[in-house]
């Protein structure tokens, strides 16, 4: 099921972390604290890793789409050693 904006304002945190996914890996962990983050699961080199992209409201859903796009990518092996861990660190910085 994909999140909405709608969807995502109506979500209410308990006492555990839950994890609401939306696809292709994405998800939106909400936070026993109130804070709500997406997150990408993938796999490299046959390890599971997980990448943060960013808190709710401040990163958008069209936003992640296209860092979960690119994320995909840079996970195939032949693409790079590191990693979308990586890769995402290098294209943050200034």
């Not at 006492?15 to 696809?23: G, L």
């Not at 939106?28 to 990448?51: I, T």
């Not at 808190?55 to 990693?83: E, F, I, N, V």
């Amino acid at each position: 099921m994909a999140l909405t904006d709608i969807s995502i304002r109506a979500l209410v945190h308990g006492d555990k972390p839950i994890k609401k996914t939306d696809e292709k890996g994405l998800f939106l962990l909400l936070q026993p604290s109130g804070g709500k983050l997406w997150r990408f699961k993938y796999r490299f080199n046959g390890k599971e890793k997980k990448l943060g992209l960013g808190r709710y409201p401040d990163a958008s859903l069209m936003a992640l789409a296209l860092d979960q796009t690119s994320a995909a990518a840079l996970a195939q092996p032949a693409y790079s050693m590191a990693g979308p861990s990586l890769a995402a660190c290098l294209a943050r910085a200034p």
